[in-house]
């Protein structure tokens, strides 16, 4: 009888193992064929399930951006919710993304070295990221202060990986709190 294989489930696990290599060695430092051996699948296997690097990349940012909601529903969210408590576990959501911050950033800038703006923005990978993002800081805040306070928060964990941690959450949580 044939191996029953569930693909989603697989294609999914291929996409995680995936992730932590490009985490590792970069976008550019990796070829398909050095993927599918660190994988222990062969390459048309992988090509099987992801017929570029590029949908392979695409894949692992959908895994890495699949963030968990507040248990709020997000409509009913800004109208219960105190403002100062929705900074406060916003800031708390940063800290979480912050131990992956400085490899995330890496795997950036070697994915986008030498594409030109218009490229990066309609980059299909970059937009979902960008979205994603917006969307994890907008169960915080209101829709219209997402991106700014996106920005502030990516700006907030660069900050962070520059001075060695010097600025500290309780500060950045203050400066949210007098700008919104």
């Known amino acids: 009888m044939p191996k029953q294989v569930d693909h989603d489930a697989h294609r999914q696990q291929l996409a995680q193992q995936a992730a932590e290599l490009f985490s590792k060695h970069g976008y550019t430092g990796l070829g398909m064929r050095q993927i599918a051996t660190e994988l222990g699948v062969s ?11 590029k949908a392979l990349f695409h894949a692992c940012t959908e895994l890495v ?7 709020t529903d997000t409509t009913v969210k800004a109208r ?3 403002k100062s408590d929705s ?3 916003l800031i708390a959501q940063i800290k979480n993304l912050e131990p992956s ?28 990221a960008n979205e994603r ?3 994890l800081i907008a169960n915080y805040v209101d829709e219209k202060h997402a991106s700014p306070v996106l920005c502030l928060m990516l ?3 660069l900050m962070r990986f520059f001075d060695g941690g010097q600025t500290d959450f309780d500060t950045l949580e203050a400066w949210l709190r007098k700008a919104l």
């Open 133 to 135: 993002y917006r969307q």
């Open 43 to 53: 390459k048309s296997a992988l090509y099987h399930y992801f017929p570029t690097k």
């Open 155 to 157: 700006g907030a964990l």
């Open 80 to 82: 219960t919710r105190k």
């Open 87 to 89: 900074i406060h576990e």
């Open 101 to 128: 911050f400085a490899s995330e950033l890496s795997l950036l800038v070697d994915y986008l070295r030498g594409r030109s703006q218009s490229d990066i923005a309609t980059d299909p990978s970059m937009q979902l």
């Open 65 to 71: 951006t699949q963030f968990d909601a507040p248990q």
